[in-house]
């Protein structure tokens, strides 16, 4: 599975939920009530995924974001908020 640039798996945050959520927690409550997105999570790795056996126009590649783990957590969050209030 791809990383970000904070080069954290997904999987590995998913496992020491039970540790870290306190803090995690922290952070997000922090960025809500703030109204700020902690600028290491902004950051992003863009890779060219061919979608053609053999490309030859930079038509013929897909961008695909790589995004740090933690910001799809608050990005989660943020969207049920939102969800719940609409």
Same mark, same amino acid.
């Given at each position: $599975?791809?990383?970000?640039?904070?080069? +954290? !798996?997904?999987?590995?945050?998913?496992? @020491? $939920?039970?540790?870290?959520?306190?803090? @995690? %927690?922290?952070?997000? !409550?922090?960025?809500? #009530? %703030?109204? *700020?997105?902690?600028?290491?999570?902004?950051? %992003?790795? *863009?890779?060219?995924?061919?979608?053609?056996?053999? =490309?030859?126009? /930079?038509?013929?590649?897909? /961008?695909?974001? @790589?995004? =740090?783990?933690?910001?799809? +957590?608050?990005?989660?969050?943020? !969207?049920? #908020?939102?969800? #719940?209030?609409?």
């Amino acid at each position: $599975m791809s990383v970000g640039v904070d080069e +954290i !798996n997904i999987f590995v945050v998913k496992s @020491l $939920m039970p540790r870290i959520s306190s803090v @995690l %927690t922290h952070i997000v !409550n922090v960025s809500f #009530q %703030t109204g *700020i997105f902690p600028e290491r999570w902004k950051k %992003t790795i *863009i890779k060219p995924i061919p979608k053609v056996a053999i =490309p030859i126009f /930079p038509s013929e590649y897909r /961008p695909i974001s @790589l995004l =740090p783990a933690l910001s799809k +957590i608050i990005e989660k969050l943020a !969207n049920k #908020q939102i969800i #719940q209030y609409l």
